[in-house]
């Protein structure tokens, strides 16, 4: 709503406008802030009118010199509270006078100290504030003055100040006399205090006051207990609550009770009403006689809206007339079957409950009947009680209505009294320590709110069931319980509530604080409180503290020698240790600690024979900043030791990346090539092998890129290898780069090479010199690189003295001359130079002779030797050498050609066998042998 008038005001003409050029604010001095002055003070005037206060201060001290200062404010949206401190400042000067002495001179100065401040946004509708001051004066009683300013959305300013003033002074510490007023309309006067010396300042109201008058707090807090518990309230009740501590709210007093009025209130116009005639219960002056026969019978429950789980007493009366109370006088015999008169026994009382007797059953009237939430399935339930002098009249009224309740006409019976079941999960309030938000409603689970601290704030005189769901929960401070309230949870759930100090809460006079099923816990302090009632019955001001004392606590543990190591690296495994020991350094074993990363847990161990905790393999897969730290918790052990639990100071450390390392093989000449194979890559690649790891040896995972002049040429994974090649001569530098995956180190390296084009080698396979008019000449051989590799690649040309293209697949060519006429003869093969290769030249020369028989090498091994002439052709020729000449002189000549063999299966006589050198080059071509010839 807020937000919105906002808005919708910024709509609005010109003269409405907060600027500071606006009309709104030229004419504010004026006679808006007189208005405002006006609005405020009507709001006082409002407020006067309300009993209950919206501003208080008052003071609590039990011992000299310690005091505590509680604040309380509430008012809808409120804005701003601000709490000072005025007190007396007190500086000394040295001066120097006339005559030339020093004197000291002191002088009091009055400081305004803020002690507290705070602001609230408008969407949290803050309604009720609460604060406590603990302070400590040099004097027995306080001499400074306090005071809180409040200002609210709604645009009031209250102020109201403390201790307050004796007399009227106009200023904020004056009392608030509408007090004064509502007390004169019930005869209760602000009370007045005599001054006592110091050593009764402990005996005053309340203790350590040293005001004259009562202050608004405790003067409010009489008021209203006037109010509640005696106000209008006739004279024999008063009496019966002075007798037997029944209060004035018996259920059935209205029917019974009341009638008991004061004759002071039968007047007319202020004047005796002289036709009234007095009925037998109004004996205030005793106009009637006692009347045996004239009984009331009361019932009363201690709680009527128990919570589950939670007692309620039922407590009865027995009264005649004149209120006082009345023994059964009458009892029967079972053996002679006769009653006794005047025999002063309880009365008998029968209870049912939605109608139905409880069976077997009876109770007495002098005794009290207590159930539990149990005993009704801890459902509503209604009872009732009638009331008998004999066991003989209850089994005839048992045999009449079939234990069905109902009311004859002479039956004595109490008011039907209503039980009202309040469990866990029908409470006024929620609160999740885990799913909760403060800015909730609060009134479901769904909506629960997160703190005990603002569940407790909405309590009231209605609305005072808290249920806690399962979780730790936390109060910021001791809570002062102002009103009766009910701390509960379900069953099966696990409470506990922590405090920074040993007391939880504050229960304050005629309060009641109900616990069920809830731990408390200060360190390692526990008070467990199963079904507890923590009731103030003091007749001072003086708050029932619930604590607890030292004697509930456990064994303190510690955690000692936490060691987590400094340089964590990205998936590096590594152990964090540390010792579980007690307070007195004594090891404990056999307890589980809890390994927390990140406020999640992680590991859970056992401490061995020395206390010691090891955790093992842990890594991270990131490299971030993480927070360790290590708990043990609440754990009786074997020998019956309860050991508290303990934390670990938390420990950041940073991950670090993975270090690697890259390295790269590279030639100083790197020789160009068309084609990378598996075969040629150690000579051609330009990057031979590399190694990127990381500082465990193991590959690095990531991405490998070679660069030059900023364009990427290849990328390949880690695991892969390169297959770039140069592609023009000269100086190159590369840059490789290494991308890593996450947690990895990236690298970068400089790759320098020069690059040059390839050698081509070609071979020629012939090696016969003379061909006849009759061969067919055919030239062949290889060409590969200097390498040795086959190439097939670029233009390979043969000819004489012109050439022609010629296929030289895989490295392999041939070329066939026909008749090509005697003579001399040089054959050229050559490459041509390209992009990858050099250029290469081949000569093959030949001469055509006219010619019978030609015989060609047949051994290639040995010297040069004399001609050598045979009878018959050898088997073994190995031990003849390059250039000899054997002649077989037999035979005729045959046509024949040996080319480079050892196979003789061919030769016969008088054929001529010409052994060649490796040079290729004959030195006799050529032998003719006849008859004739030596």
Known sequence: MYKSLEYLLKKYPFFLDKKEESNFTKTKKVFNNRLQDINNDLFKVYLAGKLEKHLLIWKVQEQPHYFDIYFHVS???I??????????????????LDDGTTKIVEFKEEVDEVIYVETFEYEDEINKFEYLYEGYSQTIIP?????????????????????????????????????????????????????????????TEPPYNN????????????????????????????????????????????RLIARMIDIERHMVDGEYNREWIPQRWEHKDQWCNKDDEQLF???????????????????????????????????YNLINEEIFEDSETPFLIVPYINNNVVPNLILYSDKKWTLNTDDINHENAIFNFKLFKNIEEIEQDLIIT????????????????????????????????IGGNDKNKGTTKTTAFKTVDKALSNVNGEKNIITLMSGEHSLSKAYQITNDTNIITCPNDDVIIWCETPTFFRVMQDRKLYLQNVTLRHNCGLLYAKDTLFTNNNNVNTSLDVKVHKKYNMVETKISNFIIPEDLIYSDKYTITGKLVTTEDTAINDEEIDLYIDEELQSTVTTNENGVFTFNNISFMDT??????????????????????????????????????????????????????????????????????DHNNKIAPGKLQLIENKSILETIDTTNKFNYIPQTTGVHEYTLKYIPDYGYEAKTITLTTTVVKTN??????????????????????????????????????????????????????????????????TCTVSYVENSFFKAATKNYSFTVIEVETLVQDITRSGEHQDVIILDEIPNDLSNYGANDLILVPSGNYKQLLLQDTLDTTELTDDDMILLNDDSNELDVLIIEIDEEED
């Open 760 to 825: 081509v080698v070609i071979r020629i396979d012939n090696r016969q010199q003379y061909y006849s008019l009759k061969d067919t000449i055919t030239v062949k051989g290889t060409i590969e690189t200097e390498d040795g590799f086959a190439l097939g690649y670029g233009v390979l040309k043969i000819g004489f003295s012109s050439q022609s293209n010629i296929d030289h697949h895989n490295g392999i060519y041939s070329k066939t001359f026909t008749n090509p006429g005697l003579g001399l003869y």
């Open 297 to 331: 019978f009361l019932a009363n429950v201690n709680n009527p809206s128990p919570v589950q789980g939670q007692k309620f007493t039922f407590d009865f009366k027995v009264l005649d007339s004149l209120a006082k109370e009345i023994w059964n006088t009458q009892s």
């Open 402 to 433: 079939k234990g069905i309740y109902e009311v004859g006409e002479n039956d004595i019976v109490s008011e039907e009294i209503l039980i009202t079941v309040r469990g866990c999960n029908t409470a006024d309030w929620y609160v999740n320590p």
């Open 79 to 96: 804005k701003s509270v601000e709490i000072i401190r005025n007190y007396i400042k007190i500086s000394s000067q040295e001066i120097k």
């Open 211 to 254: 005001q004259t008058t009562e202050d608004d707090y405790h003067y409010l807090k009489r008021i209203l207990y006037y109010i509640e518990h005696l106000h209008d309230t006739p004279l024999p009740v008063l009496e019966i609550y002075k007798l037997f501590g029944i209060k004035a709210k018996m259920l059935n007093r209205e």
């Open 624 to 693: 971030d900043t993480h927070n360790f730290q290590v708990k043990h918790n609440d754990h009786k052990s074997n020998d019956g030791k309860n050991y508290c639990r303990c934390e670990s100071e938390t420990v950041s450390r940073k991950v670090g990346i993975m270090p690697t390392t890259l390295t790269a093989n590279v030639s100083n000449e790197t020789k160009l090539t068309n084609v990378l194979t598996e075969e040629n890559r150690e000579i051609h690649a330009l990057i031979k092998s590399f190694k990127i790891k």
């Open 143 to 203: 001499e400074d003055k306090y005071k809180i300013n409040v200002e609210t959305y709604e645009e009031y300013s209250l102020t109201k100040g403390f201790p307050e003033n004796n007399q009227r002074y106009g200023d904020e510490y004056d009392h608030d006399y509408s007090l004064d007023a509502f007390g004169i309309l019930y005869n209760i006067p602000r009370k007045q205090y005599i001054t006592v010396n110091e050593s009764q300042y402990s005996k």
């Open 75 to 77: 008012f809808d949206y």
